[in-house]
C-alpha cells in the first residue's frame, strides 16, 4: 500500500513569507505527527492531529499550525517564517499512535 | 533536555562484521522504545521495536537488547550490508492514556559508515 506522501519534497522561501506543507498518510491511519529535523536539534516533536483535532502540540511558537481534514490528510503552516525555520519537516502517520510510519520529508530553506 | 542519547554520533564498521549501536535513555518510566533508519534524504524507516517487559527482540538481521537495570538500549545489525549504511536513532515512548506521538523522545542519531 502506498506510503506517507509528503509535499512539496523541496522548497525556498524568503523570512517573513509563509509556507504550507501537505501531508497525506498511509490509507486508514487516522494519527498524523509532524517533527521538524535540523542537524542541531535532532527530530522534534511540533504536533499531532487525530480524527481533525489537533491531540497534542511540542513545544514550538504559535508561528507554526496545522490541520486535518476530514480524509485524514494534514497540512502544517509556519508564518513569519525565521532563517532558523529551514529545516526538513517530516509527516509521519500511524494507527495506533506509537509506530510511525514516516513520509520523506519536505526540506524548507529560508533565505 | 534530551531523554535519549546515542554514545557516538559515528561508527565505522567493515562490511561483512557485525554492527552494535548503542543508545542511553533517562526515563525509568518508558516503556516502548523504537529504533529507525534514515538514509540520506529520506524519512526515519522503523525497523525494530521492544516493550519493556522483553529484554531481546530479533528481526531480520537485527536484534535489540533492553537493559532496564541500566537504562540502555542497543542495536545489532548481523554481516552488514553497504545497505546498512544511514543514520540510526533511538526512541522512547512514555506510556499515557490518549495515544499519540507527543510521548515519544528520539536521540540525536548515530550515523553507521560501512567500510568496503
Known amino acids: 500500500k502506498a506510503g506517507v506522501t509528503q509535499t512539496p519534497r523541496y522548497l525556498i522561501k524568503t523570512r517573513g513569507q509563509q509556507v504550507t506543507l501537505s501531508c497525506s498518510p498511509i490509507s486508514g491511519h487516522r494519527s498524523v505527527s509532524w517533527y521538524q529535523q535540523t542537524p542541531g536539534q535532532g527530530l522534534q516533536f511540533l504536533f499531532e492531529?487525530?480524527?481533525?483535532?489537533?491531540?497534542n502540540k511540542g513545544n514550538f511558537p504559535g508561528r507554526f499550525s496545522g490541520r486535518q481534514f476530514s480524509n485524514s490528510r494534514s497540512e502544517m503552516n509556519v508564518s513569519t517564517l525565521e532563517l532558523g525555520d529551514s529545516a526538513l519537516y517530516l509527516c509521519?502517520?500511524?494507527?495506533?499512535?506509537?509506530?510511525?510510519?514516516f513520509g520523506e520529508g519536505s526540506r524548507l530553506t529560508v533565505l | 533536555g534530551e531523554s535519549v542519547g546515542l554514545h557516538l554520533p559515528t561508527l565505522s564498521v567493515q562490511e561483512g562484521d557485525n554492527s552494535i549501536i548503542n543508545c542511553a535513555y533517562s526515563?525509568?518510566?518508558?516503556?516502548?522504545f523504537i529504533w529507525y533508519k534514515q538514509e540520506s534524504g529520506k524519512g526515519p524507516q522503523f525497523i525494530i521495536d521492544i516493550r519493556s517487559n522483553m529484554d531481546k527482540r530479533q528481526g531480520q538481521r537485527v536484534t535489540v537488547l533492553l537493559n532496564k537495570t541500566v537504562k540502555h538500549l542497543s542495536l545489532q545489525i548481523a554481516a552488514t550490508q553497504p545497505g546498512d549504511s544511514a543514520v540510526y536513532f533511538c526512541?522512547?515512548?512514555?506510556?499515557?492514556?490518549?495515544?499519540?506521538?507527543?510521548?515519544?523522545?528520539f536521540g540525536k542519531g548515530t550515523h553507521l559508515i560501512i567500510q568496503p
Open positions: 526515563n525509568s518510566a518508558s516503556d516502548y
Open positions: 526512541a522512547e515512548n512514555l506510556p499515557y492514556s490518549g495515544g499519540g506521538a507527543d510521548g515519544l523522545t
Open positions: 492531529y487525530f480524527s481533525e483535532t489537533q491531540r
Open positions: 509521519a502517520s500511524s494507527k495506533a499512535g506509537r509506530e510511525l510510519f
